[in-house]
């Protein structure tokens, strides 16, 4: 199996594919641009979902559910959203045999179904604010798409809520941002960097877009969430409006924030190697894996079960005890990014004993049978840490500071694709021309800014900010 994976360093887009077949996380499909995720693939979503949705409960959200149809006339009611999506509507035109008397539109985001449901359902100060999410799916007709990074059918949660006022919505869109961005730290064992979205940048309809960005192991970004503050725009534009304590009628504020299947895409860009996936510990579908050895042995097979059923109370076990050999499983969970495997045999039996090994560095330890559960909670705690601090050690050495242009392009050319940290302006053009000269489109402008000079790096004005730069998913 292993053998049958390009190397990340000759062909990393092949890499990437390799690795999503040979791990069985999908299949392609015959409806072009869309993908069927197979069983462990959709375990691992299943398992981003669980541990997203407890975080938004925590912070007070519900979940409903929209229709999946948008009649054509409520999706124009907001002008710049619609602009925004229309080359990627997908519409239909027909029921059954019979032409609809109105196109209706699949899904490409929910903002216009829940502004219209909000019209309906607020009416005073004490109906706010509505923090709701929806587990979806959406389409969007991209041209070029990717395995989980960009497909024309994709899951996703999108978050939106309605408030009284400014203050409390744009609380809402930071603190959402900043769920977004510990989930993919603490869970995911993924550094990213928090910012806002350029004026061109952002969403369509919004009044500003704050985005997370990680970055993978061939040195590209990938946006990995998004939180959009709307104002009242939505709110104007479909009459969303409530009584306060003073009885005046006022326009409600509104945020939307969402992430997607792409994430599973990230996982793998970000700790696989060219052995396969490397998992997270809390997303893993399968956290250890027991592997009799020599299972034909008196008492093997049921000392294999017997741990099964003692760690099963405190993890995701699998016992595999198919006709195999050891080495052909061993490879299929290296693949699998299984985080840690368990050898047993009849000598380890004899000395009360068992063999841990991890998925990421391939390190043996002999641990005794009555400290098995504590020893695995700490190799998976430390496999975790390991993988975070290693794609946090990417992140910084393929990040660099520059000061004009033509140093971007040098630095591109001579240490490959990364972050590029540089001062700006603020201006579109020059951020247009950066992108046509170099390559690289503008990331965000982080929260956490840094004075590197005190000059735009494409027209030499005074600089506004500190931007992020580089080529991306």
């Known amino acids: 199996m292993v053998e049958e994976i390009t190397s990340m360093e000759e062909d990393f887009a092949k890499w990437y594919t390799d690795i999503v077949k040979k791990a069985e996380l999908l299949d392609y499909s015959s409806v072009k641009g869309c993908m069927v995720i197979k069983p462990y693939g959709y375990a691992v979503w299943e398992n981003i979902k669980s541990l997203l949705d407890s975080r938004f409960k925590a912070t007070g959200h519900e979940n409903v559910y929209m229709p999946m149809?948008?009649?054509e006339s409520l999706l124009q009611k907001e002008k710049d959203h619609v602009e925004g999506f229309a080359p990627e509507v997908a519409w239909v035109t027909h029921g059954g045999s019979e032409p609809l008397s109105e196109r209706l539109c699949v899904r490409p985001t929910s903002e216009t179904l829940f502004c219209e449901h909000y019209a309906?359902?607020?009416q005073s100060y004490r109906d706010l604010p509505k923090l709701y999410n929806q587990w979806c799916s959406v389409v969007r007709w991209e041209?070029?798409?990717r395995p989980f990074l960009r497909s024309r059918e994709f899951l996703w949660q999108e978050g939106h809520t309605a408030h009284a006022c400014a203050q409390e919505a744009i609380a809402e869109t930071e603190k959402m941002l900043d769920v977004y961005a510990d989930f993919c730290e603490d869970v995911l064992c993924m550094p990213v960097i928090k910012g806002k979205k350029t004026e061109s940048d952002k969403f369509a309809g919004a009044v500003a877009t704050y985005a997370i960005e990680a970055m993978m192991h061939d040195g590209k970004a990938l946006q990995a969430g998004t939180s959009h503050y709307f104002g009242d725009g939505f709110a104007r534009a479909f009459d969303i409006k409530f009584s306060d304590k003073n009885n005046e009628l006022k326009y409600v504020h509104q945020?939307?924030?969402?992430?997607?299947?792409?994430?599973?895409?990230?996982i793998i860009m970000s700790h696989g190697d060219d052995n396969g996936l490397v998992l997270p510990p809390d997303v893993a579908p399968v956290q250890i894996v027991i592997i009799p050895v020599a299972a034909h042995k008196e008492g093997v097979a049921e000392k294999a079960a017997e741990l099964k059923a003692r760690l099963e109370s405190r993890f995701r076990v699998k016992l595999d005890v198919s006709d195999n050999?050891?080495?052909w499983k061993f490879a299929e969970y290296e693949m699998k990014g299984v985080p840690i495997r368990l050898e047993i045999g009849p000598r380890d039996i004899a000395d009360s004993r068992c063999v841990l090994v991890r998925r990421d560095t391939g390190e043996k330890s002999f641990v005794p049978l009555d400290r098995l559960e504590a020893e695995a909670e700490r190799l998976l705690g430390e496999l975790a840490e390991s993988i975070y601090e290693k794609a946090l050690a990417n992140l910084k050495n393929r990040t660099y500071s520059c000061a004009s242009v033509d140093e971007i392009i040098k630095t591109l050319c001579e240490k490959g694709?990364?972050?590029i940290k540089a001062m700006w302006c603020g201006d579109e053009a020059c951020e247009d021309e950066v992108k046509e000269k170099t390559g690289v489109s503008s990331r965000c402008i982080p929260f956490e800014q840094e004075d590197l000079c005190d000059k735009c790096v494409c027209c030499g004005k005074p600089a506004k900010h500190m931007l992020y730069w580089g080529k991306a998913y």
Not at 255 to 262: I, K, P, Q, Y
């Open 255 to 266: 945020t939307s924030w969402g992430v997607t299947t792409r994430l599973i895409g990230a």
């Open 69 to 71: 149809f948008i009649p």
């Open 325 to 327: 050999s050891p080495g």
């Open 417 to 419: 694709d990364g972050f």
């Open 120 to 122: 309906n359902v607020i």
């Open 143 to 145: 041209k070029t798409t």
